[in-house]
């Protein structure tokens, strides 16, 4: 088998030819993905996300709080210190010497935002900018926190805040930020983990690459390995019949204004009664929606009678948290560590099936054996380092992918972060990114209700992208209809 194919760990390594000397790892997996595009697409996939919450605290006593939480975030996370250094070979650099509190002064920010939140606006704003941020005495960062606060005083404990986070895709995943926020919360309420800061010692945090991470290369690798990275391929590269999704927008894509959100919640009742029905059918809550997603799509872009199509989704990603093996703690690994799952799905006889509940189950159903096959595999949490260097090449590519929108299930917010934590009631999540070509349907479950945000580039238009949330979830809770199937 050829070396290139062979997943290998990397270790930090001190490089004392530099001054001061610093501490670098190659970027690999999802982290060298993400960059890829970052670097390709004027920062695409940085993101922003964070809480809103309710405290009695003053804006005073929570930003001395903020401040002294991250301190201790940057100690346990360090990565969030780290730059990024050659765009064919990128590598993760860390200083120990950097000045703590330049960094700090630079990194946090108190966000004032007049009578009212508007956390959403704030996100939006936020995505116009790019990162690195470079202070005037040239000290930088790829990684801030926000504090939104506001003029409106409030009363008891309903003083109206918010706690933001902002970085690249190739540092931090959706969990990865859920837990962040949780230990900014613990720490900000006097709880938590103990933390002694000793700059010194604080590189012996930085994170493991993903294939330590999840355990190693597994023995079955020489004898599946290849065979699962073909079929990886084959799937984001190779239809069976054509693609079919939302015909591309007709105005070109310009990153300088502001990405187009629309959110939907559901009741208590209905997001109860979807997972029982999934659980019924034995499919999963993102299989559904996955599917909803796709039919969405061939509801508004409709297909020609007898016409074969594939529905192609290359960006379905798994988060690796729940794999991560000891000493490496899920609720401090703060790294980029997906696993890319790409679906693409023969729809000939989902679409002859003979309503529209049918054919989404049948949808669904087909899914979720993909999902089940690759989760079922036992190189699977490996293959994503090997498969992140055949898809993006040893240099980054300037042509943009095809206009598409998949969807992507963060899961339980409060499975990482609980709503109620001392001082700080947390009411929700809102998140957003630089955005490309690609859509993004994003669900999430909090206070028991499944939360749905459709994001996509202002190139898309406002219709469309409302349309398609709105059909994506009419058509997922078609499983509770009684249509006859």
Same mark, same amino acid.
């Given at each position: ?12 390594? #001190? ?79 860390? *200083? ?80 990865? @930020? ?87 919640? #559901? ?6 009664? !979807? !997972? ?6 034995? @499919? ?18 409709? !297909? ?12 379905? *990603? ?41 054919? #989404? ?45 998949? #969807? ?26 630089? !955005? ?36 994506? @979830? ?12």
């Amino acid at each position: 088998m050829e070396s290139s194919l062979i997943p290998s760990q990397t270790e930090w390594v #001190l490089n004392t030819s530099r001054h001061p000397p610093v501490y670098t790892r190659p970027m690999v997996g999802s982290e060298r993905w993400m960059h890829n595009d970052w670097l390709a697409f004027n920062g695409a996939n940085e993101l922003c996300a964070g809480i809103n919450f309710t405290s009695p605290l003053s804006i005073e006593e929570l930003r001395d709080r903020t401040r002294r939480a991250l301190d201790k975030f940057r100690f346990v996370c360090p990565i969030v210190a780290c730059a990024i250094e050659d765009d064919e070979s990128p590598r993760w650099v860390y *200083t120990p010497s950097a000045d703590r509190e330049a960094w700090l002064d630079l990194a946090f920010v108190v966000e004032q935002r007049g009578s009212s939140l508007n956390s959403s606006e704030f996100v939006k704003d936020i995505n116009l900018t790019h990162l690195p941020c470079v202070g005037a005495d040239g000290t930088s960062t790829l990684f801030r926190v926000y504090l939104l606060v506001t003029s409106n005083e409030g009363g008891g404990d309903r003083r109206e805040y918010g706690l933001y986070l902002q970085g690249p895709h190739s540092m931090m995943d959706g969990g990865p @930020i859920l837990h962040a926020l949780n230990l900014m919360c613990e720490w900000m309420s006097d709880s938590g983990m103990d933390v002694t800061i000793v700059p010194s010692e604080e590189w012996k945090n930085l994170p493991v690459d993903v294939i330590t991470a999840t355990g190693g290369v597994p023995k079955e690798w020489e004898i599946s390995g290849t065979e699962l990275l073909q079929d990886l391929t084959t799937q984001a590269t190779t239809m069976s019949a054509p693609g079919h999704r939302l015909p591309p927008p007709s105005r070109p894509l310009d990153m300088s204004e502001r990405p187009i959100r629309h959110n939907i919640i #559901l009741s208590e009742s209905e997001t109860r009664a !979807v !997972v029982a029905q999934a659980k019924k059918l034995g @499919i999963s809550v993102s299989a559904l929606f996955n599917a909803a997603n796709g039919l969405a799509q061939f509801k508004m872009n409709p !297909v020609s009678l007898g016409k074969d199509v594939d529905f192609p989704n290359p960006m379905t *990603t798994v988060s690796t948290e729940r794999y991560l093996k000891p000493p490496v703690n899920p609720k401090t690994y703060f790294t980029s560590s997906l696993c890319a799952m790409p679906l693409r799905i023969p729809m000939a006889r989902p679409l002859r099936e003979g309503s529209e509940k049918a054919t #989404l189950i049948m949808t669904a159903k087909i899914i979720q054996e993909q999902f089940d096959k690759y989760l079922a595999h036992p190189c699977f949490l490996v293959s994503m380092p090997i498969l992140a260097k055949l898809l993006t090449g040893q240099n980054a590519t300037s042509e943009l992918p095809p206009w598409q929108c998949n #969807l992507q299930n963060l899961g339980s917010v409060e499975s990482r972060i609980p709503t109620r934590q001392g001082h700080i009631n947390i009411n929700n999540i809102g998140f957003g990114g630089r !955005v490309t070509t690609f859509a993004c349907i994003h669900m999430w479950t909090v206070h028991k209700k499944f939360h749905f945000q459709v994001e996509g580039a202002a190139a898309w238009g406002d219709e469309t992208l409302k349309t398609l949330l709105e059909e994506t @979830i009419r058509i997922g809770l078609l499983v509770l209809s009684d249509a006859k199937l």
